[in-house]
């Protein structure tokens, strides 16, 4: 334990207002593979060609295709001793705000209660023509599931490049960043926006950022604390010893 974790160990003790932000990053020990990682995403697709609208719009079987595939493969899996920690966390903390891009659901699977899924969540479905939202929970959708109410055409209730986030989600986001005196941004590549810029929101309000990925991010430059290894490893260290 170097001389940087033990700082920050000590301003989460005090801490009354934490946040943290999580990327796909954190389920990895979990199985479920990054998007930007070396192997590629899915048939050698890149995110970008695959979550958009305009993806959907040309190939919604494709791209139903793709979302099958992640249901299935995040069916079998669970939650790992990151996710556990932050759960821990929660109950140490007076207020504790668990921003999310994943969409695997695994945060709430481990029993995280205040969590905000800016990204939406895989077992989430919507109606492309009522905009119902249901939850599905069936590994396999089919290649056109369709709306049960209208008979529309369903999509995952996920936010693709180009699309908003979800006003109040992302607002409680910004609020919660603005306010945290620690933010922990863990596993998460940090080119994506806005959340990328959730950590900037805390800097700006004067709070303390601190990272933890296996690698080092364009954001690593502006936080206090840079800990570099596994979040299974890190997170469950840093919370036990508060
Ligand atoms: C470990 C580890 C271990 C591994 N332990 N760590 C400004 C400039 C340019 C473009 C834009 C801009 N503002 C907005 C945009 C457009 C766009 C954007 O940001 N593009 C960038 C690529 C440049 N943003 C949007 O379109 C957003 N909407 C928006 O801004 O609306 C307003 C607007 C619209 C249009 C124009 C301008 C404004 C929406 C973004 C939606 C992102 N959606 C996805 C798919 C969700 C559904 C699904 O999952 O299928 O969200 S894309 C994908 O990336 C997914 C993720 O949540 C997101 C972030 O990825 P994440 O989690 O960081 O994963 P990785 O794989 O990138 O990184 C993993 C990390 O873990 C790595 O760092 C590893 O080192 C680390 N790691 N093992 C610790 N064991
Ligand atoms: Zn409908």
Same mark, same amino acid.
């Given at each position: 334990m170097?001389p940087d974790r033990s700082k920050l160990k000590e301003l989460l003790k005090k801490a009354?207002?934490?946040?943290?932000?999580?990327?796909?990053?954190?389920?990895?020990?979990?199985?479920?593979?990054?998007?930007?990682?070396?192997?590629?995403?899915?048939?050698?697709?890149?995110?970008?060609?695959?979550?958009?609208?305009?993806?959907?719009?040309?190939?919604?079987?494709?791209?139903?295709?793709?979302?099958?595939?992640?249901?299935? !493969? $995040?069916? +079998?899996?669970?939650?790992?001793?990151?996710?556990? =920690?932050?759960?821990? %966390? #929660?109950? &140490?903390?007076?207020?504790?705000?668990?921003?999310?891009?994943?969409?695997?659901?695994?945060?709430?699977?481990?029993?995280?209660?205040?969590?905000?899924?800016?990204?939406?969540?895989?077992?989430?479905?919507?109606?492309?023509?009522?905009?119902?939202?249901?939850?599905?929970?069936?590994?396999?959708?089919?290649?056109?599931?369709?709306?049960?109410?209208?008979?529309?055409?369903?999509?995952?209730?996920?936010?693709?490049?180009?699309?908003?986030?979800?006003?109040?989600?992302?607002?409680?986001?910004?609020?919660?960043?603005?306010?945290?005196q620690v933010? !922990? $941004?863990? +596993?998460?590549?940090?080119?994506?926006?806005?959340? =990328?810029?959730?950590? %900037? #929101?805390? &800097?700006?309000?004067?709070?303390k950022?601190?990272?933890?990925?296996?690698?080092?991010?364009?954001?690593?430059?502006?936080?206090?604390f840079?800990?570099?290894?596994?979040?299974?490893?890190?997170?469950?260290?840093l919370?036990?010893s508060l």
């Amino acid at each position: 334990m170097g001389p940087d974790r033990s700082k920050l160990k000590e301003l989460l003790k005090k801490a009354e207002r934490v946040a943290v932000l999580t990327g796909a990053g954190i389920s990895a020990e979990s199985g479920v593979p990054t998007f930007r990682g070396a192997d590629g995403l899915w048939r050698n697709y890149k995110v970008t060609e695959l979550a958009t609208p305009d993806a959907f719009a040309q190939h919604p079987e494709l791209v139903w295709e793709f979302y099958n595939w992640r249901r299935q !493969l $995040v069916n +079998g899996l669970t939650y790992n001793p990151a996710h556990k =920690a932050l759960v821990d %966390l #929660e109950a &140490k903390v007076p207020h504790f705000t668990l921003i999310t891009q994943n969409v695997d659901g695994l945060h709430l699977k481990a029993g995280s209660r205040n969590v905000l899924e800016i990204h939406g969540n895989l077992w989430k479905v919507r109606c492309t023509r009522c905009h119902k939202i249901t939850t599905d929970m069936s590994p396999d959708m089919g290649t056109l599931p369709k709306c049960q109410e209208c008979g529309g055409l369903l999509r995952p209730h996920v936010v693709w490049f180009g699309e908003s986030l979800d006003y109040p989600l992302l607002h409680q986001a910004m609020e919660a960043s603005r306010t945290c005196q620690v933010m !922990l $941004v863990i +596993g998460t590549s940090a080119v994506v926006q806005p959340a =990328a810029s959730l950590a %900037l #929101e805390t &800097k700006g309000a004067g709070g303390k950022v601190a990272e933890i990925n296996v690698e080092e991010t364009p954001n690593s430059r502006m936080m206090d604390f840079v800990l570099l290894g596994k979040a299974g490893e890190i997170v469950p260290e840093l919370v036990n010893s508060l």
